[in-house]
T-cell receptor, first 114, second 111 residues
Framework: EAGVTQFPSHSVIEKGQTVTLRCDPI?????LYWYRRVMGKEIKFLLH????????ESGMPNNRFLAERTGGTYSTLKVQPAELEDSGVYFC????????????FGPGTRLLVL | KQEVTQIPAALSVPEGENLVLNCSFT??????LQWFRQDPGKGLTSLLL?????REQTSGRLNASLDKSSGRSTLYIAASQPGDSATYLC??????????FGTGTRLQVFP
């Protein structure tokens, strides 16, 4: 069974540009989560999808971030326009069920905004 | 507001030692607690998941305990090996589905 995959693995962009991150969850996992770690800080929750619906987006920092999950399969996270403080590692995770289940994490996308 | 703290921040031990990593959380109302391992430049690998009703979980040389009432969890690693070198993260799941992470313990096991 393939794990959670993320693309790209690294992205370097200039301030003001747009970047789109993609996450493919484990097949059959209805729950998809986005997290990020900025330099020197702990990993923090961004949002949670159940299938194609946003269940909780309380961690999204501002309206420059837009997450979608078309058809309840893969998800994208777009940052537009990117700012310097958006630099960090963006992780995606998925799980089959909700509260009782392990969340399985992808390798992350390392974003650097110059 | 739930806060998760991990002590120590870094640990360096010789191969073969048994060691304990600590995780504390401020709000005991959690569904479960999960321990992860992160290798440099890699994603998070789930090690153990302890439900709120459980006291401990074991996998190989790893044993995690949970004392919900005191807001503490420990990860015990027996007979440490150089391959155990990584950052260890604990995360709690409060009343919602998101995980709240600690800042991690960076472990180095030298031969």
């Amino acid at each position: 069974e393939a794990g959670v995959t993320q693309f790209p693995s690294h992205s370097v962009i200039e301030k003001g540009q747009t970047v789109t991150l993609r996450c493919d969850p484990i097949s059959g996992h209805d729950n998809l989560y986005w997290y990020r770690r900025v330099m020197g800080k702990e990993i923090k929750f961004l949002l949670h999808f159940v299938k194609e619906s946003k269940q909780d987006e309380s961690g999204m920092p501002n309206n420059r971030f837009l997450a979608e999950r078309t058809g309840g399969t893969y998800s994208t996270l777009k940052v537009q326009p990117a700012e310097l403080e958006d630099s960090g590692v963006y992780f995606c995770a998925s799980s089959r069920n909700r509260a009782q289940e392990t969340q399985y994490f992808g390798p992350g996308t390392r974003l650097l905004v110059l | 507001k739930q806060e998760v703290t991990q002590i120590p921040a870094a640990l360096s031990v010789p191969e073969g030692e048994n060691l304990v990593l600590n995780c504390s959380f401020t709000d005991s109302a959690i569904y479960n607690l999960q321990w992860f391992r992160q290798d440099p430049g890699k994603g998070l690998t789930s090690l153990l998941l302890i439900q709120s009703s459980q006291r401990e979980q074991t996998s190989g040389r790893l044993n995690a305990s949970l004392d919900k009432s005191s807001g503490r969890s420990t990860l015990y690693i027996a007979a440490s090996q150089p391959g155990d070198s990584a950052t260890y993260l604990c995360a709690v799941r409060p009343g919602t589905d998101k995980l709240i992470f600690g800042t991690g313990t960076r472990l180095q096991v030298f031969p």
